[in-house]
Nanobody, 127 residues
Framework: QVQLVESGGGLVQPGGSLRLSCAAS????????MSWVRQAPGKGLEWVSG????????SYADSVKGRFTISRDNANNTLYLQMNSLKPEDTAVYFC????????????????????WGQGTQVTVSS
């Protein structure tokens, strides 16, 4: 069965960096677009970034553009999110998610059209 296991979260000071990882199994990882989404305390789900199956196409929410970088290692079935210049408003549980297609299509509705997601990893940005 499909499994997505996030890791790499933690407590970091404002301005710091973290690298999240998502280990995928149970499906052909290299055939599907993937994304990262987050949920802050008391708020709804927020799409953060997406990447197509080959890794050549990426997209970011305006709130993280220029600070976060999504990437993937298809040989090792792993998705990454490098987060730099972290802000307190980045505090959230971060989830990796799998799309149903290899193509990354980012619209108001399609960016949330994933079929599987992991259990999440907590990121807390605080001094």
């Amino acid at each position: 069965q499909v499994q997505l296991v996030e890791s790499g979260g933690g407590l970091v000071q404002p301005g710091g960096s973290l690298r999240l990882s998502c280990a995928a199994s149970g499906f052909t990882f290299s055939s599907y677009a993937m994304s990262w989404v987050r949920q802050a305390p008391g708020k709804g789900l927020e799409w953060v970034s997406g990447i197509n199956s080959g890794g050549g196409t990426t997209s970011y929410a305006d709130s993280v553009k220029g600070r976060f970088t999504i990437s993937r290692d298809n040989a090792n079935n792993t998705l990454y999110l490098q987060m730099n210049s972290l802000k307190p408003e980045d505090t959230a549980v971060y989830f990796c998610s799998k799309y149903k297609s290899s193509v990354l299509v980012v619209t108001a509705t399609t960016k949330y059209s994933f079929d599987y997601w992991g259990q999440g990893t907590q990121v807390t940005v605080s001094s």
